[in-house]
């Protein structure tokens, strides 16, 4: 990345800096392990909604998983095609739903029983079936950060397997629905790879309640939520998608002809993106010395968010470390990168890489402070 470093100081700081070659690497992966088990993956677009980086999961085959409807219209503008097109959200609208229905996706993967039967009510009002999979939730603990765990009872997400008895009651008098499929997500950011195997072992007993009611499911859909190396990316460009599909294709129990899905987000995008940001000014408190950026939360509410921490590196010192707080320039004291880092001396002007922020990075620019939206560039642009 310090080879970049003349390309970047002709860019207007901050941006953001997708390595492209890295995503293919990361999508020839992806595209071997889950090929080997026959299994379909949807890209999460809420992760990143860039249209080179959609492109790009076209280019590959992938499906779109969306969480609105205008993600649902971006991935139709881009060229996904409908029947790769599943449709997620505990709040859809009427809108929504009917962008979804008029186009005629894959499934909605429905999150309650009366947003089924509001999905119901919206076919029937245009004389079609609408497929749909029912989100349920496994009450499996994914180890996360509790913002993005989303598969435990308490969780707005899903319809809890105690309800299942009233879903299959209601779910006999709605005639424009077709059932095709059940869904999971439990969360993102998962490192530890037995949540996955918990996951399957509920999931194989939550097919028996169907199989009781004699209901034959096409689909299963697993969800994303698998985690990346924040800490040390160079280490860990490309998560482990072997093991990955493995742990399913080893503990699930499929009926015949069955397909499985997956939802991938972070674990495809994120490593592939940088936020370029320079250095305005050092500042020497009482205990600690300040690097102040001029990227802030408005372009990277993670760490704020989340308490996430992102690797930096300067790209322009290669001096002894020192530490320091590396902090943007919105009037907020949670708009700290990282605390206490090590880092080269660094001075004014010296150019420094947030890294594995392609994915829930760029998506959430905000113009708070009525600050400028920063750009995206592409390496193969380059
Ligand atoms: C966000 C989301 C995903 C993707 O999660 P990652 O952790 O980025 O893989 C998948 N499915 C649903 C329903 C989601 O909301």
Redesign the pocket.
């Known amino acids: 990345m310090k080879k970049l470093e003349n390309t970047f100081r002709k860019l207007k700081t901050p941006f953001y800096w997708y390595d492209m070659e890295l995503l293919t690497q990361t999508l020839d992966i992806v595209k071997e392990e889950s090929g080997k088990h026959g299994y379909h993956i949807h890209y999460?677009v809420?992760?990143n909604a860039n249209k080179p980086i959609l492109n790009k999961m076209i280019q590959y085959g992938l499906g779109a998983?969306c969480?609105s409807g205008n993600e649902v219209l971006r991935s139709l503008e881009v060229g996904f095609s409908p029947k790769d097109i599943v449709f997620?959200g505990v709040g859809k609208t009427d809108e929504e739903i009917n962008i979804g229905l008029e186009n005629d996706i894959f499934a909605f993967?429905v999150e309650s029983i009366q947003e089924m039967e509001v999905i119901n009510e919206l076919a029937e009002r245009k004389n079609i079936k609408a497929r749909i999979a029912l989100r349920l939730n496994p009450n499996v603990e994914a180890f996360t950060h509790k913002y993005i765990t989303t598969g435990l009872n308490e969780n707005k997400f899903g319809i809890n397997i105690e309800n299942l008895d009233a879903v299959f009651s209601i779910l006999i008098k709605l005639t424009n629905i077709e059932l095709t499929g059940i869904h999971f997500?439990i969360g993102?950011?998962i490192t530890d790879m037995n949540v996955y195997k918990n996951l399957c072992i509920r999931v194989n007993k939550i097919q028996e309640l169907f199989t009781e009611k004699n209901i034959k499911l096409q689909h299963i859909n697993l969800?994303?939520?698998?985690g990346i190396n924040y800490n040390i990316p160079c280490e860990d460009l490309i998560p482990d998608f072997k093991t990955y599909f493995k742990i399913f294709a080893d503990n699930l129990k499929l009926k015949p002809n069955q397909q499985v899905h997956f939802?991938?987000?972070?674990?495809i995008v994120a490593q592939c993106g940088n936020l370029i940001t320079k250095v305005i000014y050092l500042k020497k408190g009482t205990q600690k010395e300040f690097v102040i950026v001029d990227a802030g939360l408005t372009e990277l509410i993670r760490p704020a968010l989340y308490e996430a921490k992102h690797q930096i590196k300067n790209l322009s010192s290669e001096l002894k470390e020192q530490t320091y707080d590396v902090v943007g320039p919105i009037c907020e004291s949670a708009d700290v990168f990282r605390k206490d880092m090590q880092l080269p001396k660094t001075k004014r002007g010296d150019l420094l890489a947030i890294k594995s922020v392609g994915?829930y990075g760029q998506v959430m620019t905000s113009q708070y402070n009525l600050r400028n939206i920063a750009k995206a560039y592409y390496s193969d642009e380059f």
């Open positions: 999460a809420k992760a998983d969480v997620a993967n997500h993102s950011q969800g994303g939520g698998l939802e991938l987000g972070r674990s994915a």
